[in-house]
Structures are given as C-alpha cells and as structure tokens.
C-alpha cells in the first residue's frame, strides 16, 4: 500500500512543478511560424494518469517525438531540472537513455541553461551551445 503511495505522490509531484513554473503549453522560439527544422514546437503535457510528457513538432518530413518527463525538480523561483527520457520509436538509433536539462522560465519564456545526456554528452553548458559556444535559444509560451 505505502508503495503505491508513493509512487502517485511522485508522478503527481512532476505535473505539479511543471504547473507552477507555467511550463505545462506549447512552446517555440517563433509561435506564429509553423513548425519547422529550425522552429520546433515543444508541448508539455499530463496525462490523465499523472505521467508527464513532452511532445515535439518539427515540422516538414520529420516525424513527431515524444519524450517521457521522469522527473521535475525546483532549483529557484525560476530555474528546474527535468529529466527526459527519449522513449518514442521515431528516436530509432539516436535515442539516448535519458537528458538531463536544467531551464529558466520567467515571464512566458524558456531557456535552457545546460543539458546533458545520460552518456555525458552535454549539448548546452552555462546556457550556451557547447557546439558553437552561441546561446541557447530563447523558446516563447504559444497561445494555448
């Protein structure tokens, strides 16, 4: 009984930061464009169980992804841990075990400030590209 308990507090317990930092929507760095290589969509969801999900447009010929959010934790009034696992079958090979993201969310915009896979791959370090040392994008609530 205690772990099946425990187990809904957890799952509950995800969806209720993700509500309180607003992330729970659709998000793009240019809502009024259709998704695209360059503008995904990303919508966070519940669902009815309690289980979180992130869901990702990226327009054209590309296949939808969908990530499971494992966990959601509170490090300051405006910046949270999520953890994602890449579970859906359109990841084929390049699926990783999990990414972990550290994002920003104030006044209707998201950042994310690192990321790092589960094989410490880190694509954003300190809130910019590892790749290109530029910063990360700036993604912006869509209308929903």
């Known amino acids: 009984m205690f772990v099946l308990i425990a187990a809904d507090a957890r799952a509950e317990s995800i969806a209720v930061v993700l509500r309180s930092y607003g992330v729970l929507g659709t998000w793009a760095m240019n809502c009024a464009e259709r998704p695209s290589e360059l503008n995904w969509h990303g919508t966070y969801y519940v669902l009815p169980d ?22 959601a934790e509170r490090l ?47 694509y954003i370090k300190e809130g910019r590209l590892t790749e290109s040392g530029t910063p990360s994008p700036t993604m912006r609530r869509c209308g929903n």
């Open 50 to 71: 309690g289980r979180a999900r992130l869901g990702l447009d990226r327009g054209g010929d590309q296949p939808p992804l969908e990530d499971a959010v494992d966990s």
């Open 76 to 122: 300051t009034t405006t910046t949270l841990r999520i953890r994602l696992r890449n579970d859906h079958p359109n990841y084929g090979t390049s699926a990783v075990a999990h990414i972990d993201i550290v994002a920003e969310v104030s006044r209707g915009r998201f950042r994310t400030l690192s990321s790092v896979t589960s094989s410490g791959v880190q």
